[in-house]
């Protein structure tokens, strides 16, 4: 097997275009539009802070479960994917979380997301132990 060493990959037609080939040799993939653009995994509880990212340049906290991230590179526009997970609170209530954007003050632009952790047994939003938040889509 051999073994190829670059610091670089450009595309020979399109600079920014690569394609790969697929497992059976019958589909491609592009490289840039398969890649996560940017991703954060933070603290959200009393020890609020990044722990680990790429592309983003900052977190923030509002209040209980209310999270902005902002991207260091901007993406070409507010349409990209995000998915995102985080923990249970901990401790003996156990709450069962999921991340939502909110319609009522959104902040979703082409280099910032405001998320909010709620219970879904419940009303209110909660502090999670982790949040890990991955972002596809286009750079600028």
């Not at 680990?52 to 349409?79: Q, W």
């Not at 923990?87 to 979380?97: D, P, R, V």
């Amino acid at each position: 097997m051999a073994t190829l060493k670059t610091n670089t990959l450009t595309g020979t037609s399109t600079a920014g275009s690569i394609a790969v080939t697929g497992e059976g040799n019958s589909t491609t993939t592009n490289l840039q539009q398969g890649l996560a653009k940017s991703w954060v995994y933070f603290k959200g509880n009393d020890t609020f802070g990044i722990q680990d990212s790429f592309n983003t340049a900052s977190a923030t906290d509002h209040s209980t479960g209310n999270y902005t991230t902002t991207r260091t590179n901007a993406f070409a526009n507010d349409d990209y994917a995000t998915a995102g997970i985080c923990s249970s609170t901990g401790g003996g209530n156990i709450h069962y979380n999921f991340i939502v954007e909110n319609q009522d003050d959104r902040v979703r632009t082409t280099t910032a997301l405001r998320i909010y952790l709620l219970n879904a047994l419940g009303p209110g939003t909660y502090d999670a132990i982790d949040v890990s938040l991955q972002f596809c889509g286009d750079l600028a």
